[in-house]
């Protein structure tokens, strides 16, 4: 028996959308082409991903990442910050599926920052700002509290993200972390409203994504 011909990041990004049903444009599969052509050129010296094959990249980069944009409120303009942005995710794949939304993506590690600023031009995302530094609770943030939405991407603890969170977003803003189903991380969710003010919290799981995902959600 033949085996299949392997499957290349262009055709596994337009069949895991389409299997989950969510829309991609030309344009959008094309920016989320580019930029994960350049993230596996990148990483064959840098260390960016340890995910290399092209349905794992669609699905659990890609994917991922855009899937949240269906569990907050995001209006067009919203002021958006990627809270350690590593290889791009959520935040860059967010500003290419949403080129109306403005989008931060902080970063403290130099190599990756230097890809994320490579990888503008070649997504064409003309509404992201690269910003290298360490974010941390007692430092000044600029446009601090002007932040409509705070993304977040299996990196930092939730109870971290509420204090941030508290400082940078707007009344009414969102915080979407994503997380593994983790009882800790759901209990730290379940105390934002006494701790941080948050008006509304939710441990959301999404079917399309895989089995142990989930969304920490808080509007504060």
Not at 40 to 58: D, F, G, K, S, Y
Not at 68 to 89: E, R, W
Not at 148 to 169: A, K, N
Request: charged share 25%; net charge positive.
């Amino acid at each position: 028996m033949t085996a299949a011909p392997p499957v290349s990041v262009a055709e596994a990004i337009r069949e895991a959308f389409s299997a989950a049903s969510l829309p991609l444009s030309d344009r959008q599969a094309r920016a989320f082409t580019a930029h994960a052509e350049l993230m596996l050129r990148w990483n064959r010296t840098h260390n960016l991903t340890r995910i290399v094959e092209p349905v794992e990249i669609a699905r659990r980069h890609f994917l991922d990442s855009a899937a949240v944009l269906d569990h907050v409120d995001a209006p067009s303009g919203a002021l958006t910050a990627d809270i350690g942005s590593g290889a791009g995710f959520p935040g860059l794949a967010v500003a290419a599926y949403r080129p109306d939304l403005r989008v931060r993506l902080f970063e403290s590690s130099s190599k990756k920052a230097s890809f994320l600023m490579a990888a503008l031009p070649a997504v064409g995302s003309g509404n992201v700002q690269v910003e290298h530094t360490r974010l941390t609770i007692g430092a000044s943030i600029a446009d601090g509290g002007a932040y409509d939405l705070i993304l977040s991407r299996y990196t930092s603890p939730l109870e971290w993200l509420g204090r941030l969170s508290r400082r940078m977003l707007k009344s009414g803003g969102w915080l979407a972390a994503h997380k593994f189903d983790d009882a800790d991380e759901r209990e730290a969710l379940a105390r934002f409203p006494a701790e941080f003010g948050a008006r509304i919290v939710e441990w959301r799981s999404d079917a399309r994504l895989d089995a142990r995902r989930r969304f920490a959600l808080a509007q504060f």
